[in-house]
């Protein structure tokens, strides 16, 4: 009689332990104060894409110098103002959100594009078409996904309240 009254509690307790340990872990993010964040802002984080670390996938681009060596200052001057034009018209679309130039380096790199909401490679090689600089052959690429903030595209708002002079 005994054994079965130790085994029946040694049941009632692990069934009790095994209960508690399930129901802690679907709300693991909720009660452990090292995995959470008292900040979150579901809405904020769904309508950026993040996932639940706050992260989501952009194409990266690093732009290279390409393939034509033409000296025609008409076309390259033309080029790179579309160049611009088109940076500015992803970035108003919502299509890219971090363009710059690097400084001058041995490996031919010109600057970087970090594109947003695009859903594949083609997809970000069609939209890198219509940069004429690129069309044209002056500036080629390189894409690589990369996984990042999705908040990244919140700094564009205060971007445009600290330059001085457009480019």
């Not at 989501?56 to 390259?76: A, M, R």
């Not at 611009?84 to 041995?106: H, Q, S, T, W, Y």
Request: proline share 4%; hydrophobic share 35%; charged share 25%.
């Amino acid at each position: 009689m005994k054994i079965k009254t130790i085994m029946k509690y040694t049941f009632l307790i692990l069934a009790t332990l095994l209960t508690n340990l399930t129901l802690g872990q679907s709300n693991k993010l909720e009660k452990d104060p090292l995995n959470s964040n008292p900040n979150y802002e579901k809405a904020l984080a769904d309508s950026l894409g993040g996932d639940d670390y706050g992260m989501k996938s952009y194409f990266f681009v690093i732009l290279k110098t390409g393939t034509n060596k033409t000296t025609d200052k008409e076309l390259i001057s033309e080029s790179f103002r579309g160049h611009m034009d088109n940076i500015n018209r992803l970035i108003k679309k919502g299509k890219l959100i971090v363009a710059g130039p690097f400084e001058k380096n041995d490996s031919s790199y010109r600057g970087i594009f970090i594109l947003n909401n695009i859903k594949s490679i083609e997809e970000a090689k069609e939209l890198l078409q219509t940069d004429l600089a690129v069309k044209n052959g002056l500036l080629d690429y390189e894409i690589f996904t990369w996984y990042g903030s999705a908040a990244l595209p919140e700094y564009l708002p205060f971007s445009d309240k600290i330059w001085k002079s457009n480019p």
